[in-house]
């Protein structure tokens, strides 16, 4: 099945580029990684998808590697508000319609 | 404003107690789903919708059950709730399905359940 993998918790200081990385070694080629925060027990808030090319928005920058198995999420100017659980999601193999959601990275921005 | 809503925010209940959650967005989205949200775990699919009275299961569908009899609403229905349900449950609804540009979710705030 495919699943992706991420380190349990980072530290960044405030103001300074938080990247997340995460493994989705498994990913077939047309299909899309998402990125999701959790803050606190609130609901998960979209932040961005890629499918090969590098992505940008208002919220952050998704890196993707050129074979597709890894990603990077590059929050430019990390504030306390970034606070949070983030996850890296992709497809599940043996479905059209299902995310696999793992734990996560929970990001701690320090002062 | 676009939005997902769900309610109640917080329930107690006793075991055998059945009990609905609703669940109702705004954005004449297609795409639904239910999840639940354990300790320490990400998210896990409970049911999803397609479409208006085209549901499936996800990966926990054992003890609940989901309508879509209006496109916006798509009620979690626990007939007979048991201890090991009481978790944080959340409601996410999408235009576009899965694996393509428009699958974008929108949570709803959750539901904090507790079976005793």
């Known amino acids: 099945d495919a699943k992706t993998t991420q380190p349990p918790s980072m530290d960044c200081a405030e103001g300074r580029a938080a990247n997340l990385p995460c493994n989705h070694s498994t990913i077939s080629g047309n299909e899309y990684v998402y990125w999701y925060r959790q803050i606190h027990s609130q609901g998960p808030q979209y932040i961005i998808h890629g499918l090969k090319n590098n992505e940008t928005n208002e919220m952050a920058s998704l890196i993707i590697t050129e074979d597709r198995k890894s990603s990077t999420l590059i929050l430019p100017h990390a504030t306390l508000r970034d606070t949070a659980v983030y996850y890296c999601?992709?497809?599940?193999?043996?479905?059209?319609?299902?995310?696999?959601w793992g734990a996560g990275t929970k990001l701690i921005i320090k002062p | 404003e676009a939005q997902v809503t769900q309610n109640p925010r917080y329930l107690i209940t006793v075991t055998g107690k059945k009990l609905t959650v609703t669940c109702s967005q705004n954005?004449?989205?297609?795409?639904m789903s239910w999840y639940r949200q354990d300790p320490g775990l990400g998210l896990r699919q409970i049911y999803y919708?397609?479409?208006?009275?085209?549901?499936d299961k996800g990966d926990v569908p054992e003890g609940y059950k989901v309508s879509r009899k209006e496109k916006r609403n798509f009620p979690l229905i626990l007939e007979s709730p048991s201890p090991n349900q009481t978790s944080l449950y959340f409601c996410?609804?999408?235009?576009?399905?899965?694996?393509?540009?428009?699958?974008?979710?929108?949570f709803g705030p959750g539901t904090r359940l507790t079976v005793t």
């Open positions: 999601i992709v497809r599940a193999m043996d479905s059209n319609y299902q995310l696999i």
């Open positions: 954005m004449n989205h297609e795409y």
């Open positions: 996410a609804s999408s235009f576009g399905p899965i694996g393509t540009h428009a699958y974008k979710q929108y």
């Open positions: 919708s397609m479409n208006v009275e085209v549901t």
